[in-house]
């Protein structure tokens, strides 16, 4: 059994910041890749950051230069640092794991319940 749980989202004035966690737990043998994912009203599920264990990053376009992604590989957390948000960004943003269990050591996929940010005035 593995969980995956955020926290940080809330309401911001465009232009502010906020910082999303997402710790994941449980069965963990390793996780691979930690990333986040949003969803718009009416819109697909999008990519925003991914981190490898390594450190290597990948960004959506629409938040390269004001979204930085980290992780604490020790504490299986990771961190989504926004700045200079925009009303654009208001989403419902969704933690991803993709992880070996270490009951199986089988590889799959994990989402979290998701976090609402509001960017509005």
């Known amino acids: 059994q593995v969980q995956l749980v955020e926290s940080g989202g809330g309401l911001v004035q465009p232009g502010g910041s906020l910082t999303l966690s997402c710790a994941a737990s449980g069965s963990i043998f390793v996780v691979v890749v930690l990333g986040w994912y949003r969803q718009a009203p009416g819109k697909e599920r999008e990519l925003v950051a991914t981190?490898?264990?390594?450190?290597?990053?990948n960004y959506a376009d629409s938040v390269k230069g004001r979204f930085t992604i980290s992780r604490d590989n020790a504490k299986n957390t990771v961190f989504l640092q926004m700045n200079s948000l925009k009303p654009e960004d208001t989403a419902v943003y969704y933690c991803?794991?993709?992880?070996?269990?270490?009951?199986?050591?089988?590889?799959?996929?994990?989402w979290g319940q998701g976090t609402q940010v509001t960017v509005s005035s």
């Open positions: 991803n794991a993709d992880l070996i269990d270490s009951q199986r050591y089988a590889r799959n996929t994990y």
């Open positions: 981190i490898t264990t390594g450190g290597n990053t």
